[in-house]
């Protein structure tokens, strides 16, 4: 049976790649060139999207930071250059009025002196709620974070990063359970936390913060109502970014600012700077396809052009095949069974290549902090390698194609008399 899994047909593949194995890797490399440099591109691009998710770990990407800022714009009587103070009320007041939220966690802070026993130091204090630890990428390494009991009640218990425990702790001595004193008043350290997140690793200060509750900090340090800041995040079904006019526009609305006035209220759109990123590895992915194709393609012109002269030296060969009966379709699946032949084996040995660098670049990453590479894991997906595969075929079929269509037009009689 004359088909594609013939024995023979492969033999005779075969035996003609090898009849001249200078031209055929001269021709092939193109291909695998094209192919190696689309593998090692989509995994950078893939190793590039892993670790900047990765230092987004933890973090509700899905959030807004809103702070009061001075106007800059007169409304109604008041004069512009104003400064004011979010409440309490701000808050209550956005949960109820913008559906979508799922959590809307007030903050304020200074930074001040820190004592216990005899050591000191400036340290940044915040009060925070409960519902923060969800919010941020901050990992308990002992004890626990606050929770809603140290709110009602207004506990002085504090949770320390773990970055200044050397700065005022004897070394071995207990954490958990001690105190430390906060413009003089003491709290109990109940917890220690590792900030994971990109500022986190990069900055040793953010392992320095102490978090008390919330309540706590506004009733001891004589805050009352004000709110520095709220870190709001939206449900995972709503984008906080479609949300955000309409909580900065309630905000205004509360403290009497211009509509118009793009300065009275700060924010910082997490989701936002999120998708931008999204964005970026969606763009760097295309533009790695983009010139893989485009150097696969050199390399597939390189084929087709090549396999038109290995027809011109097998004239005579096909004109006798086709007097004795071989049909045009029979010539046309030689020709490109071969093309498609050596496109795939010349690709996968590009993938092959790229896949053996791909493991020592990993095992050079495996070897660092994750948080100090920009890249982790560098692969290309098993998907993506399918459609390579994919590719290598049509590009193969399309290598083929003019060379097969010169070979069935030739006539058996002209072509068993060149010489």
Do not use: C
């Amino acid at each position: 049976m004359n088909n594609f899994f013939n024995r023979d047909l492969w033999n005779e593949i075969i035996s003609s790649l090898k009849s001249n194995k200078t031209r055929t890797l001269v021709t092939s490399f193109g291909v695998f060139w094209g192919i190696f440099i689309m593998v090692l591109l989509l995994s950078a691009a893939k190793g590039f999207e892993t670790g900047i998710k990765h230092k987004f770990q933890g973090i509700a990407t899905n959030s807004l930071f809103v702070w009061a800022q001075r106007t800059s714009m007169e409304y109604e009587g008041m004069s512009k250059n104003r400064s004011y103070f979010f409440d309490n009320q701000d808050a209550k007041s956005i949960k109820d009025k913008v559906k979508g939220l799922k959590i809307v966690s007030p903050q304020n802070n200074f930074t001040t002196l820190i004592q216990h026993n005899l050591k000191d130091g400036d340290y940044t204090v915040e009060g925070n709620a409960p519902e923060f630890l969800g919010q941020k990428s901050l990992k308990l390494t002992q004890g626990r974070f606050i929770n809603q009991q140290d709110i009602d009640q207004k506990r002085k218990v504090a949770i320390l990063g773990w970055g200044l425990i050397d700065e005022l702790f004897e070394k071995g001595e207990t954490v958990i359970g001690s105190y430390i004193r906060i413009k003089g008043v003491n709290f109990k350290v109940v917890g220690v936390y590792k900030d994971t997140s990109i500022d986190g690793q990069r900055n040793i200060r953010a392992q320095q913060n102490i978090h008390i509750p919330f309540n706590t900090f506004s009733q001891v340090f004589n805050f009352g109502e004000k709110v520095s800041y709220f870190f709001i995040t939206a449900d995972n079904n709503q984008s906080v970014t479609d949300l955000k006019e309409k909580i900065i526009g309630l905000l205004q609305k509360r403290h009497k600012i211009n509509p118009k006035d793009k300065r009275a209220i700060g924010n910082f759109d997490l989701n936002e700077q999120f998708e931008k990123f999204n964005m970026l590895f969606v763009t760097l992915k295309a533009v790695s396809f983009f010139v893989g194709l485009m150097i696969l393609l050199s390399g597939v012109i390189g084929i087709s052009n090549i396999m038109l002269i290995v027809i011109k030296e097998r004239t005579k060969e096909i004109g006798i095949r086709r007097a004795l009966g071989a049909t045009p379709y029979v010539v046309k699946k030689q020709i490109l069974s071969e093309s498609i032949f050596l496109t795939l084996l010349s690709g996968m040995a590009g993938v092959s290549f790229a896949s053996f660098l791909l493991f020592l670049v990993n095992l050079k990453i495996d070897s660092l902090d994750p948080y100090d590479s920009m890249i982790l894991n560098p692969i290309v997906p098993l998907p993506t390698i399918l459609i390579i595969f994919i590719i290598l075929i049509i590009f193969g079929l399309l290598a083929g194609m003019i060379p097969a269509q010169k070979a069935v037009k030739m006539k058996p009689i002209n072509a068993i008399r060149t010489e």
